[in-house]
């Protein structure tokens, strides 16, 4: 599929982040009042509590659902149910859904059979392509989690003081080794900066560099994987097998199963930490103490402007990409860590931010929306 990147108002590091529609308008269906207008959602595993990516999704429709007057509607598939994702959201379909949303890329297939078969309703799917081009109605809404993952991974690796960090992933699909991967050349940029030296505040002992757990950029296919996004126990023991191998901080890609980091870190004790991803996971855990920052998609945003563009007869299929140039993509505060991250690392990372913003950094990745 051709793409095109959404516009996107970026109002700073920590503030609201709005994406904007990007395109000309295609109305796929006959509009109607928000009040009659059914917004429908549903998570291919790990449920809407996740803290992170399907909560976050959830977030956006309910915000539409409150302030656009629209019905929102939420399916939990569970873990590829024996049915399969077509009977949930048919079920949707036959409950009078306008606009059917998924959440993952396991319903990719599935919802992209729906919008085929039903080009009068309107279809995104978050964090993957659908299957087949040249669909009017079918909006994939993607990030570019690279560019600020790799923000993530320089400040781990000049923070953490056991000279090494790690991660790991809940399946290898592109949107989570895409935050892996930039995870990984955000750590390999510390250690280049430093001449593989250690800071006098952080980093690795010995002159050899930060040592990355979890991920070898040159076979990413064995990479640490959960195998599912629900295995919450499964990813636990990942958490605690890297933190004996020595990571001081560790970044899960692991939806709802990246809770069992949360309790390895809290077991691990010391000065652990954890990079959460999708949502702050400061804001939307318990565990706020651990996190020294997280890679934030605004998932929510872009699920409200889906909603209110479907709502208002204003959909449009061009792909909504987020990035750190338009506000999509983000790293979030440091919140009680921040006094634990070296000042000059603090600096270094807002460099590097508005390097890739202004197009003379590049860290692309082959996991990278196109």
């Known amino acids: 599929m051709k793409k095109k990147t959404c516009s996107v108002m970026a109002l700073g590091l920590t503030t609201a982040l709005a994406l904007a529609a990007c395109g000309s308008a295609t109305t796929t269906g006959s509009p109607v009042g928000p009040s009659d207008f059914k917004a429908c959602m549903l998570s291919d595993e790990g449920g809407f509590s996740d803290q992170s990516f399907t909560q976050s999704a959830k977030d956006g429709l309910d915000r539409a659902e409150s302030e656009l007057g629209v019905k929102a509607i939420v399916t939990e598939t569970g873990s590829e149910p024996d049915s399969g994702y077509a009977s949930a959201i048919d079920s949707l379909l036959r409950q009078g859904c306008r606009i059917v949303i998924g959440a993952g890329a396991a319903l990719a297939e599935d919802l992209t059979d729906a919008a085929e078969n039903h080009p009068d309703i309107d279809f995104a799917l978050i964090d993957a392509d659908f299957t087949r081009d040249g669909l009017s109605n079918a909006k994939p809404l993607l990030f570019t989690v690279a560019e600020a993952a790799y923000l993530a991974g320089y400040t781990a690796a000049g923070t953490t003081t056991t000279g090494a960090v790690g991660t790991y992933g809940g399946r290898a699909t592109p949107a989570v ?117 997280s890679v934030i998609k605004d998932i929510g945003t872009a699920v409200y402007d889906t909603v209110n563009d479907a709502s208002s007869g204003a959909f449009s299929a061009d792909p909504s990409i987020g990035t750190l140039e338009n506000g999509g993509v983000s790293l979030a505060p440091l919140h009680d860590w921040d006094s634990r991250v070296p000042a000059d690392v603090k600096a270094r990372v807002e460099g590097l931010r508005q390097q890739i913003i202004d197009g003379s950094l590049d860290v692309s990745t082959r996991y990278d929306p196109s």
């Not at 023991?237 to 890609?253: C, D, K, S, T």
């Open 177 to 293: 080794q895409g935050f892996m991967e930039g995870f990984a050349q955000g750590v390999a940029r510390y250690n280049a900066d430093r001449g593989g030296r250690a800071s006098a505040t952080g980093g690795a002992d010995g002159g050899t560099g930060v040592e990355l757990l979890g991920w070898d950029p040159a076979d990413p296919e064995n990479g640490s994987f959960v195998g599912d996004f629900s295995d919450v126990a499964g990813s636990r023991r990942i958490a605690e097998q890297l933190f004996a191998q020595g990571a001081g901080i560790i970044m899960p890609v692991a939806g709802n199963a990246g809770r069992g980091a949360l309790t390895a870190v809290a077991s691990a004790g010391g000065d652990r930490g954890i990079v959460w991803v999708d949502a702050d996971g400061y804001e939307y855990t318990d565990a706020s103490q651990y996190m020294m920052t």
